[in-house]
C-alpha cells in the first residue's frame, strides 16, 4: 500500500471498504476495494493468473474481488455456477452446480499450479461443453465412487462424452517434480470434498 495515499473513505459494504486514494506513482487519483476476507471458507471464484499479482520482493496479491462471496459451511445457499473463468473453472460448475464451496478455488489454484509447471492452461476450452470434455479426457470418465454427486448436478444429463480412461499426470506435466505431480493429483478431482483445502497445501 506504499504506492497509495488514503485520502478518504468513499463507501463501505458487506464485503469491504472503498476508499478514495492517489496513485503516487502514477499521480491519479484512484479508488481502492479494500476486501475483508473474514473466513477461509469465504469464496473467490475468479482465481487465474491474470488475478495474481506478484511483487519484485515475491509478495503476492488477488486482484479482482467482483465475484467474491461469502460461503456458507452448510452449502444451503444457491449460487451461480456461471463463475469463474472457464479454463479454471471446476467440472460441478460446467455441470451447472449451484451448491458449492471454497473447493471451486482449490480447483482453480490447482489449474494455474498445473499451469505453471506446464507453461501453458492444462484446460484450454472455447466452451464449457469442451472445456469438460478437456478434463474428461485427462482426468477420465467419472465413476460414482470418483463423483458421487455427478447424477445430481443440473446438467447431467444434457449432454454425454465418450467414455475415457484417465491419462497419468507425469504425461500431462512433462520434467515436474514427483511431490508437484502429487499435490496436482490431490487439487484435480472430481469429488470436491476430497480435495485438498487452502490449509492442507501450506
Known sequence: MERYVISGQIGE????LVLKARDVS??????LKK?????????LPDLKPANLLISA??????????????????NTKAYSHQVATRWYRAPELLYGARYYSSAIDMWSIGCIFGEMLNTSPLFPGETDIEQLAIVLKYL????SESWPELTSLPDYNK????YHK??????????AQPEAIDLIR??????SSRRLTAEQVL
Open 13 to 16: 459494504g458487506a464485503q469491504g
Open 26 to 31: 502514477k499521480d491519479q487519483e484512484v479508488a
Open 35 to 43: 476486501i475483508l476476507i473474514k473466513r477461509t471458507e469465504d469464496g
Open 57 to 74: 520482493e515475491g509478495v503476492l496479491k488477488i486482484a479482482d474481488f467482483g465475484l467474491s462471496r461469502l460461503m456458507w459451511q452448510d
Open 140 to 143: 477420465g470418465s467419472p465413476t
Open 159 to 162: 449432454i454425454s462424452f465418450p
Open 166 to 175: 484417465s491419462t497419468t499426470w507425469e504425461s500431462i506435466i512433462q520434467d
Open 186 to 191: 490431490q487439487i484435480l478431482i472430481y469429488n
